[in-house]
């Protein structure tokens, strides 16, 4: 009999794969380890040395055999510095003063990284982020977290924290399942996943439930009910095949309305568009029907690497998306760096609150050495479709007018440099706080849209933080709050004459649909594999019964009275 955990679903599907352990953040393995004497600690460093070092050179081997220099050539840099070694006689030193082997190596390798950083030369100064990814490289063998890799076989990824970049990093083909110890609905790595239609459990850490898989098990994911077999036994397995044949004939169901328009039975038509974290996200979502793209997160393009993509390489990925849109709008959202999306060589200093703090168009509006690039690269790209740019996190209309003014000056350098870019790229905000909210019919006068961002307009309307998973049940998008700043916005777009769409999680709730049809929206922009769910709904329910209910909606005065409600008459 197979041991069973419990989580809480996130994304359904059924997965059956073997454990990977993998994730960036070791803060919740380092509370959880174990120190022996300090002889042992030192021999456990010393072999945790050698092996990456040879394990790099391994890489170094493969990444030349398929021709890919650069990164070969980072890779011999990491093992120079896994050899080198002042850092194994500074890593002794750190075990003599009383720190546990995976401790020191990751203190041993940020004073060698301080070091670096207050050189003057830039080369040297840059090598700080290298030395910091080493240490972790090192820390992770001695605490048995794996590196994720790119292999034959598909495996079940799980971490106490698994960072977005690690998923965004490998191929869907390779990921059967996820299952995370922290984490909520709207968390990154979980977006991430649910456009991928991987298969997800969070909340793992709870009574530490998720120490009792360890890499190698083989695991059945239930994330429908939330449920863990470790190890199930061959008749376990039989069981679960008849559920994964009706999710194979639901999957076939929803493919044939791929082609079919999100339109009500009284032809009220709602865009149904993707979001995306990736370029190489396009095709999968148009799998599935999407209309275009509501939402490039181009952070993604920034993250899992050593340093800040130039303009080039940025439109490549914005122009292959817009390209691959064919005709339909691509909406690329300028970088939002925060909050749970860190990017270490901005070396932006460690704050109280990150989600409330320097992040997104702030960075932007500061950084024009980032935030120009991005937007010539964007005005470049549309020039091979319908491509738009929206700013996250705004606040004010000071903010706005200034991106304006900078999106200007992007065009004029374009000019200069005798580079081709469309002058006619639409221009619009995240609606994702009070403030933007409260204030739309002031933003619409000088925005060509909005589109709301519910994953932040929740937090931050409800101040609860949206990766908190013991808050989750106040967190919730049928808030009467959340409903009225949602309307307003909505209203304020029609009366200007702007379109108004949403890109946050709500939007793929199919009862959520309904309401936002009836309130006058225009597009919707959900993980792919939600299209044909809401597109469903949608094509069932009239606009004249979902206004009925919205007015009904629009009396209650409590969120879960609400979701009942919803669930019951639709
Ligand atoms: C949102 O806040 O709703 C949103 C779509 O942006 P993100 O989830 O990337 O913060
Ligand atoms: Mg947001």
Known sequence: MAEVIRGKGVISGIAVGKIMLAGQNLDGYLVHYKAGSKEEEKEKARAALTAVAENLRTSIERLKKQGMVEQAAIMEAHRMMVQDPMMEENIMAKIEETASAPHAVLKAAEAQAVLFEQMADEYFAARAVDLRDVGKRVAKFILGVKEPEIGDEKVILCGREIEPSVIAGMPTENIAGVLLGSGSTTAHAVIIAKARAIPTIVGLNKEDRIDKIKDGDHVILDGERGEILVNPSAEERARYDERIRKQQELAAHYAALKDLPAVTPDGIKIDLMANIGSHMDVDNALSYGAEGVGLFRSEFVFMGRQDIPNEEDQFKAYKEAVEKCGGHLCVIRTMDIGGDKPLPYL????????????????????????????????????????????????????????????????????????????????????????????????????????????????????????????????????????????????????????????????????????????????????????????????????????????????????????????????
């Open 347 to 570: 070396n932006i200093p460690k704050e109280e609150n990150p989600f409330l703090g320097y992040r997104a168009v702030r960075i932007s509006l500061e950084r024009h050495d980032l935030f120009l690039p991005q937007l010539k690269a964007i005005l470049r790209a549309g020039v091979y479709g319908k491509a738009a740019i929206m700013i996250p996190m705004i606040i004010n209309v000071a903010e706005f007018k200034k991106v304006k003014e900078l999106i200007e000056e992007a065009k004029l350098e374009l000019a200069h440099e005798g580079k081709s870019y469309a002058d006619n790229v639409q221009v619009g905000i995240m609606v994702e706080t009070p403030a933007a909210a409260i204030m739309t019919p002031v933003f619409a006068k000088y925005v060509d849209f909005f589109s709301i961002g519910t994953n932040d307009l929740v937090q931050y309307t409800l101040a609860c933080d949206r990766g908190n998973a013991s808050i989750s049940h106040l967190y919730n998008h049928f808030n009467p709050a959340v409903l009225r700043l949602i309307r307003r916005t909505i209203t304020s777009a029609r009366e200007a004459g702007i379109w108004a769409g949403m890109c946050g999680e709500m939007a793929s709730d199919p009862n959520a649909a309904v309401l936002l049809m009836a309130m006058g929206i225009h597009e919707l922009s959900m993980s792919a594999p939600s299209i044909p769910r809401v597109k469903e709904k949608l094509r069932a329910v009239s606009s004249i019964q979902a206004k009925e209910v919205l007015s009904d909606v629009m009396k209650m005065e409590d969120a879960d009275e609400i979701k009942a409600y919803l669930q019951k008459v639709l």
